[in-house]
């Protein structure tokens, strides 16, 4: 189970000036590339689940993953997730066709065909991410700015085993710097399929 806090951010001069107040507290920045496929007859969605591969920086990375069941309350996140380290070739060779999915060399792809019972797969497209990571107060934040073809949307996450105590960390943080935010109602995938910014 991945349990996250995510907060919005409103517009890209707020986003601008949480960044500088984080700067000192920079780990590093990557550019993610999220791409999403469902079972050719809507097998994982029919169950809410979704099969992911991001690619890290370009090429540098790829790791698949499966998420499912996700709620989110009052700005906590919760979804069942695994992951995998995959071949950056591979990867999109399978976004290029996704029907090689099916027939790849992973344990979580194919745990995905048996247990949802895939005969193909298709490509749901996705969004780009560049995510800059901190360490602060004892807590990693991932600090977004998600690009959908739609509009670009702006969100700090915060994985944690104890979000309520993270959660009034952080909303303390904003507060005190007069950073405006709301507590993010649906995820950047859930955003991705409505095609439009949420209001
Ligand atoms: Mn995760
Ligand atoms: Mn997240
Ligand atoms: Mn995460």
Not at 80 to 89: A, G, I, L, Y
Not at 127 to 140: I, K, P, S
Not at 146 to 156: P, V, W
């Amino acid at each position: 189970m991945e349990v996250e806090v995510k907060l919005r951010i409103p517009d890209a001069d707020s986003h601008q000036r949480l960044a500088s107040l984080l700067s000192p507290f920079h780990l590093q920045t990557h550019l993610q590339e999220n791409v999403f496929f469902d079972g050719a007859r809507g097998e994982l969605s029919s169950s809410r689940s979704v099969l992911r591969l991001r690619f890290y920086n370009a090429d540098s990375r790829c790791v698949v993953s499966l998420k499912g069941k996700a709620v989110i309350v009052d700005g906590v996140s919760r979804v069942e997730e695994v992951e995998e380290d995959f071949d950056v070739s591979l990867g999109r060779a399978c976004v290029a066709e996704p029907w090689r999915l099916a027939a790849v060399d992973s344990g979580l792809v194919k745990r995905v065909v048996d247990e949802f019972r895939v005969e193909g797969f298709v490509c749901l497209g996705g969004f780009r991410n560049v995510r800059a990571v901190h360490a602060w107060q004892g807590l990693t934040l991932e600090l977004d700015e998600t690009q959908f073809d739609f509009g670009t949307s702006y969100e700090i996450e915060c994985e944690s085993d104890d979000p309520e105590s993270a959660k009034r960390l952080l909303e303390g943080f904003l507060k005190e710097n007069r950073i405006p935010y709301s507590f993010s109602a649906v995820s950047k995938f859930a955003v991705f399929r409505s095609g439009k910014l949420p209001d």
